[in-house]
Every structure is written in structure tokens, then in C-alpha cells.
């Protein structure tokens, strides 16, 4: 597949004069807790940086066990009257809180490109998203289904009942800040549950913001957020003897500290965590139409995407053409700050401990001798901001193509036999997402029930709704987001049997 392409020559954009957010616009950064913000003099702090030029936007507490006992207590005080209300008054509530997004969405995307650096549009796509997801929560609180009431034991009637966990534990994390928060707080308010949770130290703003908007609208004590790290903050709710349930998006190693500490109390676990999509291209395929989708479902929000089309699979015979199209696609994507305006689709890394690990990741590659057909390096200037990267001549099991980058990387490799394929594309710890590219409509049913990941597209990638479950197998967790399905992760069924022999 070795071959001369011309690369592309990045620059990075840079914003305009006037700052995204204003000081008015942030949020106050005390902890929220019983509808109300700490008061947060003299307590210690974390910086919350800009990472499109490394700049201090804010800076949050470091919060404490002591902090994250304060707000379950809050949320268990609340959590019996909250579930009283029947669906259709949570659902209006669920509503309003859609409302108020709409009303500030503007605000909430330029805060959150302000704190993680991702593009305007990137944020504006968050939002909406969030929105829908409140939407989609409050119909499905209404319409929630069990097993018909009935008699199954002869002389007695079975009534199942679906009820609330009761308090439930958040841990979100910094590269879908408002959006992840949604996808948990929107179904756990809608089963019931009240809740706790801890944004990402990194990129708390918008869920802090978030909760300032919306506290005149819930009970106090339903929603509370604990700022702080992972390692205290975390490690206390999934292991607080009075929190039925912790879920938690992140990395694997997170969610495997997570589990560890939750199993000491038995609680239930939600994990939606790591991925390394595979991208299964026939030789059937319409490659102009994959290369076009990749450009953004391999690079939306830097390749920083869980389910993104990081890892491709081409058929030997069109490998090359397919390479051409996506290094033509791929040359032509903005990089640069927010600020930069609604063209810049490629923003930085999140920090700079992100940036220094994918750029390990870049050259350890180079020094194994695989080649960037674009990119391949981190840009000059200030921030994190690396180029938008296809390897190509990947050999199989190499680390670029194994282990999540979590960056603006793509890996190609090649294959010649459908079952090779498909057993390269399980051969790896997560089973988030993958898509299959063919013409062939018996293939297109076949392949997809042979690949073991949550979602398998076929002829796309990373399209989401809110109606349809997201979720893993293997390494990438277990538990559902969006769908009805979610609001089964965040309910408990009840067998209620009546003698009603006369």
C-alpha cells in the first residue's frame, strides 16, 4: 500500500481578540449542594485551564469525603419525596430543564469551548444533544412498560413494579463534559433517583453552570454536584455505603477503581468506558462516501471520542485509492482555538499530560517504522494542538492500532480474507463501536452479528440518537445510556404477588 501522497501543511487558527466567555459568564465554583452553593473561601483549588493556549479560565474546590457525605445526605433527604411525584410531574420538570438549556445555549457552548478548547460548532452539536436528551427522557418516563399483570400462579395475581435505585453516584468525564452529565442526570431524574455527581477537575464548568441554571426548577437536594478528583471524590462515592448505585464514564482504569470500591457494598455499577473502533472497509465499498465520513467521525472533538473510527480494516485491492481519498479528506480539516470562528474543526488536546501521552503514541510509531501519510507530529505555537494523523502500512498488532489514542490518529491496515477481518477486528480488550462499509446486503446483515461491540454501524459511523442504546461489551464497560434501556440501568423491578383465592 506504500505510496507518495503530497501531505498537507497544518496551521493553526487562532481567536479573535474578544474572549469566548466573559467573567460574568462563569459559574460559581463552590460545591452544589441542597439547591445551594458552598461557601468556598480559604479552601483548596484547581485550576481549570484553557487548553487551546494553556491560559486559567477558573479554578474549582478540592473537594473531600466530608463534601461528598454533605451532598448524599442532601440527595437521601430528598430522594423519597422526588420519588413520590408521579412520571408525568418529573417528566414536566425534565422538560423545563430543556427549556432552560435552550434559552442559554448559547452561553453553555462558548463555556464549554472556553474550558476544553473544542470547536463552536463541536459545543453548539452538545448542546442540542443535551437538549434532546432531556426530551427524550421525560416522553420515555411516561411510557415506561413491565410484564403484564397477570395469573402465572394459579389463584394469584403477579404485579411487576418498576421503582427507583434511590441515590445514585456520577463520575463524568472532561471530553463530553455537559453532554456525558446528561446522558446520566436526565434518566436517573426520570426513574426517580436522586443523584451526586463529579465532573471531570478538568472540565467542570459547564456542569456547575448547569446546576446554577436549573436550581430553581428541581427539589432541594435532587441534584448536587461535588468538584474535586477522581481519587477522593471518586473513590468516595463508589464506595459511600448509602449510595445505591455509581456510574461512571472514563477509562478503563477508572472504571476498574471503580468496581473494585463499589463491590464492598455491593452496589450496582454503570460503566461506559474506553474504545478502539474498527472500521471494516470491503472491497465493495463506496470509498469516496467512507472517506468523506470518516473525516469527521475518526476527527469530531480531536479524535477525543470514545466511538471514534480510529482503527481501519481495507480490503488489499482498494487499500490504496482508500488511503488517497482519506488523506485528501483529512488535509483539508481547520485546526485551531474556538475563538477561531465556526470553520475550525480540529481543536487541541485536553492538557497537557493528554498531549504529552498522544504524542508519545506518535513517536513511538515513527521509531517502529510505521508512516504518516498526514500529520504526525504536534503543531507549533501555543496549546495542545497535534495534526490531524493517518498511519498507514500498519502491521497487525502494532500499539497505534491496539491501544486507545484517544487523539486526531487514524491507523490503516489490510486485509485479504472476511473471516481474518472480522477475527482482527475482535481481536482487541473493547467492544464500544465498529462499522462495517459493503455494497453486499447479505454481508451487511452477517458481518454485524459477528463483530462484538455495542454498536456496529453499517456504512456510517458515530451517529447517535437519543432513542437507541449506547453502550459496550469487554473492556468498554457494561450499562446502557440513552434508550429506554438506560432507564432499566437506573430502575429496580418489584414482584408483588396477591393471594386472591375466595
Avoid at 473537594?63 to 451532598?71: F, I, L, P, Q, S
Avoid at 425534565?94 to 453553555?108: E, G, Q, T, W, Y
Avoid at 488489499?316 to 481519498?325: D, K, N
Avoid at 447517535?464 to 461489551?473: D, K
Amino acid at each position: 500500500m506504500t505510496q507518495t501522497i503530497e501531505p498537507a501543511t497544518y496551521e493553526v487558527h487562532r481567536g479573535e481578540v474578544t474572549p469566548l466567555v466573559s467573567e460574568s459568564d462563569l459559574p460559581a465554583t463552590g460545591h452544589f449542594i441542597a439547591n445551594q452553593f458552598t461557601a468556598d473561601a480559604g479552601r483548596d483549588r484547581i485550576d481549570v485551564v484553557n487548553p487551546a493556549d494553556g491560559s486559567v479560565v477558573s479554578t474549582v474546590i478540592v473537594g473531600t469525603e466530608e463534601d461528598v457525605d454533605r451532598a448524599v445526605a442532601a440527595a437521601l433527604a430528598a430522594q423519597s419525596d422526588w420519588a413520590r411525584l408521579v412520571p408525568k410531574e418529573r417528566a414536566e420538570i425534565l422538560h423545563r430543564i430543556a427549556d432552560r438549556v435552550v434559552d442559554n445555549a448559547d452561553l453553555l457552548a462558548r463555556l464549554e469551548s472556553a474550558n476544553t478548547g473544542k470547536p463552536l460548532p463541536v459545543s453548539h452539536d452538545d448542546i442540542a444533544q443535551t437538549i434532546d436528551t432531556f426530551r427524550f427522557m421525560a416522553g420515555a418516563a411516561r411510557s415506561t412498560t413491565s410484564q403484564a399483570a397477570a395469573t402465572y400462579s394459579e389463584g394469584h395475581l403477579s404485579v411487576v413494579l418498576r421503582e427507583p435505585l434511590g441515590v445514585i453516584g456520577v463520575v463524568t468525564p472532561w471530553n463530553y463534559p455537559l453532554l456525558m452529565a446528561a446522558w446520566k442526570i436526565a434518566p436517573i431524574l426520570a426513574a426517580g433517583n436522586t443523584m451526586v455527581i463529579k465532573p471531570s477537575e478538568q472540565t467542570p464548568l459547564t456542569t456547575l453552570k448547569f446546576a446554577e441554571l436549573v436550581a430553581d426548577l428541581l427539589p432541594a437536594g435532587v441534584f448536587n454536584v461535588v468538584t474535586g478528583r477522581g481519587s477522593v471524590v471518586g473513590s468516595r462515592l463508589s464506595g459511600h455505603p448509602q449510595i445505591d448505585m455509581i456510574a461512571l464514564t472514563g477509562s478503563v482504569g477508572s472504571g476498574k477503581a471503580v468496581a473494585r470500591s463499589a463491590s464492598e457494598s455491593l452496589k450496582r455499577v454503570h460503566l461506559e468506558l474506553g474504545g478502539k473502533a474498527p472500521v471494516v472497509i470491503f472491497d465493495d465499498a463506496r470509498l469516496d462516501e467512507a472517506a468523506s465520513a470518516l473525516r469527521t467521525a475518526a476527527f469530531w472533538n480531536a479524535g477525543q471520542e470514545c466511538g471514534a473510527a480510529c482503527r481501519v480494516l481495507v480490503h488489499e485491492s482498494v487499500a490504496a485509492r482508500f488511503t488517497e481519498l482519506l488523506v485528501e479528506a483529512v488535509g483539508s480539516l481547520v485546526v485551531g482555538e474556538p475563538g477561531g470562528g465556526e470553520t475550525i474543526e480540529i481543536g487541541p488536546m485536553i492538557s497537557e499530560a493528554h498531549y504529552d501521552r498522544v504524542c508519545g503514541y506518535l513517536d513511538r510509531a515513527r521509531e517502529q517504522g510505521i508512516r504518516a501519510a498526514i500529520g504526525g507530529t504536534p503543531l507549533p505555537g501555543a496549546g495542545y494542538f497535534i495534526a490531524p494523523t493517518v498511519f498507514v502500512d500498519v502491521p497487525d498488532g502494532a500499539e497505534c492500532s491496539r491501544e486507545e489514542i484517544f487523539g486526531p490518529v487514524v491507523t490503516i491496515e489490510t486485509f485479504t480474507d472476511e473471516d481474518d477481518a472480522i477475527a482482527r477486528a475482535n481481536g482487541t480488550p473493547y467492544g464500544l463501536a465498529a462499522s462495517v462499509w459493503t455494497e453486499n446486503a447479505r454481508r451487511a446483515h452477517d458481518v454485524p452479528s459477528r463483530l462484538d461491540f455495542g454498536t456496529v454501524w453499517v456504512n456510517d459511523h458515530l451517529v447517535l440518537a437519543s432513542e437507541v442504546p449506547w453502550g459496550g461489551f469487554k473492556g468498554s464497560g457494561y450499562g446502557r445510556d440513552l434508550s429506554i434501556y438506560a432507564l432499566d440501568d437506573y430502575s429496580r423491578t418489584k414482584h408483588v404477588m396477591h393471594n386472591q383465592q375466595r
